[in-house]
């Protein structure tokens, strides 16, 4: 659940997000009915959403040891990898020397270069980049180079390639964790929407994660989402990506069904990228409902052995004066017929403990980081 957090965390100050709580500030805000989601255990993390009936799962929360707060940190951290450096950040844009190798990259001078929110910056300067076919360049709080471009001004493929150009560049040598495709459509300012073809370039995680260790031992994993893009496409046998949190799920249940992979990996973006950057509490709650209302169908699909694992990579509390990601712990429920329903999973040190959990879930293990709570969770 991309950016679905339900605190803040210790140094939550230091990244500008004292008071930071996504989950919480949503139902104080809205009128948020989730009670499949609160008898998995969010209701213990949550109490404004705690259910009276018997809890089905298996609750906790998850802190993020890595610094920063981005998704490229926060999933990697939960496959086993905790960084001691955090991804380098541009808040006041990159520098002219780094633009200009962009520049001369690509054959075209861009547009922006600023920390901006991706909705408004298409409206700002979309008219512009339409006349002149320069592509605009922007950042934000987290370690991110993003390219958005009208898809009849410049082709979406080719978008792709300047991300390419841009990612031998800002992530190479710059430090910077992902560049993003934001291909948009529309006809003047006002009406500039972004596509579902957005697409992530990514580092490749600099040491084994529970993926690639699942790879090693024959063992398949079912990327959904923007997944193989985190990883860089290491460990991930078998992906598709997705254009919304219902296409995220309706996947997942195919997947369920017709995949023989061992582990389904799904992002369902719609809670960060529609609702938590845009502040936009309501449509966050809606997401959540919805998700909340396709629980059941998914675990009535769960076979007898499968396990299903719902947790958050941060948090993006709509409800902040700022747009960007919050440092927050994040929910981890577990569910199943195997689960010890109502078992207390406490607060884990880390998201790693997710993934050395499923390390020896599949015999794989250990990895190089976390404490895995899987006995906490089986019978």
Same mark, same amino acid.
């Given at each position: 659940?991309?950016?679905?957090?339900?605190?803040?965390?210790?140094?939550?100050?230091?990244?500008?997000?004292?008071?930071?709580?996504?989950?919480?500030?949503?139902?104080?805000?809205?009128?948020?009915?989730?009670?499949?989601?609160?008898?998995?255990?969010?209701?213990?993390?949550?109490?404004?959403?705690?259910?009276?009936?018997?809890?089905?799962?298996?609750?906790?929360?998850?802190?993020?040891?890595?610094?920063?707060?981005?998704?490229?940190?926060?999933?990697?951290?939960?496959?086993?990898?905790?960084?001691?450096?955090?991804?380098?950040?541009?808040?006041?844009?990159?520098?002219?020397?780094?633009?200009?190798?962009?520049?001369?990259?690509?054959?075209?001078?861009?547009?922006?270069?600023?920390?901006?929110?991706?909705?408004?910056?298409?409206?700002?300067?979309?008219?512009?980049?339409?006349?002149?076919?320069?592509?605009?360049?922007?950042?934000?709080?987290?370690?991110?180079?993003?390219?958005?471009?009208?898809?009849?001004?410049?082709?979406?493929?080719?978008?792709?390639?300047?991300?390419?150009?841009?990612?031998?560049?800002?992530?190479?040598?710059?430090?910077?964790?992902? =560049?993003?495709?934001?291909?948009?459509?529309?006809?003047?300012?006002?009406?500039?929407?972004?596509?579902?073809?957005?697409?992530?370039?990514?580092?490749?995680?600099?040491?084994?994660?529970?993926?690639?260790?699942?790879?090693?031992?024959?063992?398949?994993?079912?990327?959904?989402?923007? =997944?193989?893009? =985190?990883?860089?496409?290491? &460990?991930?046998?078998?992906?598709?990506?997705?254009?919304?949190?219902?296409?995220?799920?309706?996947?997942?249940?195919?997947?369920?069904?017709?995949?023989?992979?061992?582990?389904?990996?799904?992002?369902?973006?719609?809670?960060?990228?529609?609702?938590?950057?845009?502040?936009?509490?309501? &449509?966050?709650?809606?997401?959540?409902?919805?998700?909340?209302?396709?629980?059941?169908?998914?675990?009535?699909?769960?076979?007898?052995?499968?396990?299903?694992?719902?947790?958050?990579?941060?948090?993006?509390?709509?409800?902040?004066?700022?747009?960007?990601?919050?440092?927050?712990?994040?929910?981890?429920?577990?569910?199943?017929?195997?689960?010890?329903?109502?078992?207390?999973?406490?607060?884990?040190?880390?998201?790693?403990?997710?993934?050395?959990?499923?390390?020896?879930?599949?015999?794989?293990?250990?990895?190089?980081?976390?404490?895995?709570?899987?006995?906490?969770?089986?019978?």
């Amino acid at each position: 659940m991309d950016g679905v957090g339900v605190g803040e965390l210790p140094d939550a100050e230091d990244y500008g997000d004292r008071g930071a709580n996504t989950v919480a500030h949503i139902a104080a805000s809205q009128s948020l009915s989730i009670p499949f989601l609160a008898r998995l255990g969010m209701g213990e993390l949550v109490p404004a959403l705690r259910s009276h009936d018997s809890i089905l799962g298996a609750f906790g929360k998850m802190n993020e040891r890595s610094p920063g707060k981005d998704s490229t940190t926060g999933h990697w951290e939960m496959a086993g990898i905790v960084l001691e450096e955090a991804f380098r950040t541009y808040p006041q844009g990159f520098p002219p020397d780094v633009i200009a190798e962009f520049e001369k990259g690509i054959g075209r001078q861009i547009l922006g270069n600023r920390a901006a929110s991706g909705t408004v910056i298409i409206q700002e300067l979309g008219e512009e980049h339409c006349r002149t076919g320069k592509p605009i360049v922007y950042t934000s709080a987290d370690s991110v180079f993003q390219i958005a471009a009208h898809q009849e001004v410049i082709p979406v493929e080719e978008l792709y390639r300047m991300c390419r150009v841009a990612f031998q560049i800002v992530v190479k040598n710059h430090g910077v964790a992902r =560049i993003i495709a934001r291909p948009f459509v529309g006809d003047k300012a006002g009406s500039f929407v972004r596509t579902p073809r957005r697409r992530d370039f990514v580092l490749k995680p600099p040491r084994p994660t529970l993926l690639d260790r699942m790879a090693e031992h024959g063992l398949r994993v079912f990327g959904v989402g923007k =997944i193989e893009d =985190i990883f860089a496409g290491s &460990g991930v046998s078998e992906s598709v990506h997705t254009e919304s949190n219902a296409h995220g799920v309706a996947e997942t249940l195919k997947a369920m069904d017709t995949s023989s992979a061992e582990l389904i990996f799904t992002n369902l973006v719609d809670f960060d990228q529609q609702f938590g950057h845009r502040n936009d509490p309501a &449509g966050f709650a809606r997401a959540l409902e919805e998700l909340d209302g396709s629980l059941p169908t998914l675990m009535e699909r769960a076979r007898d052995d499968d396990l299903v694992l719902l947790t958050g990579d941060h948090g993006c509390d709509p409800t902040t004066a700022g747009t960007d990601h919050s440092r927050e712990y994040v929910p981890l429920l577990a569910a199943g017929k195997r689960v010890r329903g109502g078992a207390n999973l406490g607060t884990r040190e880390s998201f790693a403990d997710l993934g050395q959990s499923l390390a020896e879930n599949f015999g794989v293990g250990p990895l190089d980081a976390g404490t895995s709570f899987l006995k906490l969770l089986l019978p």
